[in-house]
């Protein structure tokens, strides 16, 4: 359905003439939906943290405590509030990203992608993820051209997904298509895996598969690592079986020959 706008721009009385212009308006009123809904589902979302921590602030104001209940709803406080900054923070990458979409474009280097990849890794390596974390190069070093920021924030969005959906090794592949001039990152793991339906609606904003509340995250992770792929002149593919485990596929251009 489009949406057309009509404007009087000029009337002349003495000659009944009028100057009207019709405007096709049809893709803003499409935007500004779709920043009304995503601003609604973004306060909807902070809604819940933000009841919790009221409520368990309230308690401690106004109830005596034994100490140990006392550490426990502090406990819980401070967890919602991580929680509420996790979604801030993705809420401001959204807007950043989707305001340099439609900027100029953006500046590219080359960067040996598997020190990209071990910085990545090193950063989520904490004690118990380290043993999980496998890196297997390609026979040849591989540059790509990219944006360091871009390609790490896609990077920790796959690595860090794979160790939470899932209990054994992640393993991250370097392989390179020099036919087509690109490079793929697969990023593996053997965790809850996913069906079709789900992978149909992965990479929309706040789409979230966590029956059991056992995980934290805002599902907007896929959405940024899909848009700054894209952004990259790349793009993300899954694969994926329930109960077996998921592949997400990196692919970005390799740096040229000069
Ligand atoms: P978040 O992890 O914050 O919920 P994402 O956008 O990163 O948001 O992921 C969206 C959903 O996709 C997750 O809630 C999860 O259900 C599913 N998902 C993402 N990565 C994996 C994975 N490696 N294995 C299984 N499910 C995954």
């Known amino acids: 359905e489009r949406v057309i706008e009509l404007r009087r721009i000029q009337q002349d009385s003495r000659s009944a003439a009028m100057l009207l212009v019709l405007r096709d308006v049809t893709a803003e009123t499409q935007l500004h939906q779709m920043q009304r809904e995503f601003l609604a589902t973004a306060a909807h979302e902070m809604r819940t943290p933000m009841t919790s921590i009221r409520g ?53 280097q080359d960067l040996a992608l598997e020190s990209e990849v071990q910085d990545v890794l090193r950063t989520l390596a904490t004690p118990e993820a380290a043993d999980r974390l496998q890196l297997r190069p390609a026979p040849r070093p591989l540059v790509v051209r990219s944006h360091r920021a871009k390609l790490t924030q896609i990077l920790l969005n796959l690595v860090s997904n794979a160790l939470k959906y899932s209990r054994d090794r992640v393993t991250v592949t370097l392989t390179f298509d020099p036919a087509e001039g690109c490079a793929h990152i697969a990023v593996r793991d053997q965790g809850v895996g996913l069906s079709q339906a789900m992978m149909s609606r992965l990479f929309t904003k706040f789409y979230r598969v966590d029956p059991d509340g056992a995980t934290q995250g805002t599902g907007l992770g896929l959405y940024i690592a899909r848009t700054l792929a894209e952004q990259l002149g790349g793009r993300i593919e899954v694969c994926s079986e329930l109960g077996v485990g998921s592949t997400f596929t990196l692919t970005l251009p390799l740096a040229g020959p000069g």
Do not use: K, M, W, Y
Request: hydrophobic share 45%; net charge negative.
């Open 56 to 108: 368990f602030a309230g308690l401690l104001l106004t109830e005596a405590v034994a100490p140990d209940v006392q550490r426990e709803l502090i406990g819980r406080i401070h967890h919602q509030s991580l929680r509420l900054s996790q979604l801030l923070n993705d809420l401001l990458d959204v807007s950043r990203i989707e305001a340099q979409g439609q900027g100029g474009p953006l500046v590219l």
